[in-house]
């Protein structure tokens, strides 16, 4: 019974995290900019603009730039983040369904994953404690924002229990996690620090599409930063619809 309801739990949470963010997504695509907004100083060709995307994607320059105690924290959890995600990509694959060139990421990063989780919730506390802190942070802060970095923050802490406090199997959840992605559904640990761990992440999951973690893609359509600093060369012009009267210009 309790492997069929987190079997159902995870294909449920997919299903959500994978709708929502194709749904969200393609409002953020849909939706128009015809005006330009983008943050000077800005790039004034499109491949600068994309440029610019990108190294606020790798960098984070905007929030460096803004500041560097909250830039430190950030780039920290983030970092510490992928270095985590890549850790557990050994819990979905199988080396014998991938060559050895994309299997040695995983192999790698399996020594500094471990210390990465540290960090990872090192860095989440740092920023919650900004949230108390500093009075105009916390002026702007509502309950989502506490609760986002409460459950982050358990997603990490639990992880590492289960490293270092109460061990599972991972040999079985493991095959528990491959067995879903074939629909062969493998036994379930019953430990509770792992069903603890899982429960959070598939909650994380079914909140992500819809919370202010969206940021992650969303960064890909904000306007102030892909658009080019060209509004001379580009203007918008709108028109007018078919039989509406123009408006005299003054002096006519």
């Known amino acids: 019974m309790q492997t069929t309801i987190y079997a159902l739990l ?17 409002g953020y695509a849909k939706t128009p900019a015809p005006l330009k907004v983008a943050a000077t100083p800005a790039p004034v060709t499109r491949g600068g603009a994309a440029f610019r995307v990108l190294r606020e994607v790798v960098l984070f320059e905007s929030l460096f730039k803004s500041n560097k105690w909250i830039w430190l924290f950030g780039y920290a959890f983030h970092g510490a983040l992928v270095l985590v995600a890549v850790r557990h990509l050994r819990y979905f694959i199988d080396p014998a369904w991938v060559p050895d060139l994309l299997w040695l990421p995983v192999v790698l990063a399996q020594p500094f ?14 920023l919650w404690a900004r949230r108390f ?20 923050i358990l ?11 109460a061990r599972t199997d991972i040999v079985a959840v493991k095959a528990f996690f491959l067995g879903l992605m074939t629909f062969n559904i493998q036994p379930l640990p019953a430990d509770p620090a792992l069903l ?13 599409p819809f919370s202010k973690l969206l940021h992650a893609p969303g960064v890909f359509f904000s306007p102030s930063r892909n658009q080019a600093d060209n509004p001379r060369e580009r203007r918008y012009v709108p028109r007018l619809r078919t039989g509406a009267a123009s408006t005299p210009a003054a002096g006519e």
């Open 10 to 26: 995870f294909y449920a949470a997919t299903a959500v995290f994978a709708a929502g963010l194709v749904f969200r997504l393609w």
């Open 113 to 126: 994953g471990i210390y990465a989780g540290f960090a990872m919730v090192a860095a989440l506390a740092a």
């Open 133 to 152: 802190i500093v009075p105009r942070v916390r002026y702007i802060s509502d309950i989502s924002d506490h609760l986002m970095l409460a459950l982050l």
């Open 155 to 165: 997603v990490g802490a639990s992880g590492l229990a289960m490293k270092f406090i």
């Open 196 to 208: 603890v761990h899982l429960a959070l992440v598939a909650s994380l999951m079914i909140i992500f």
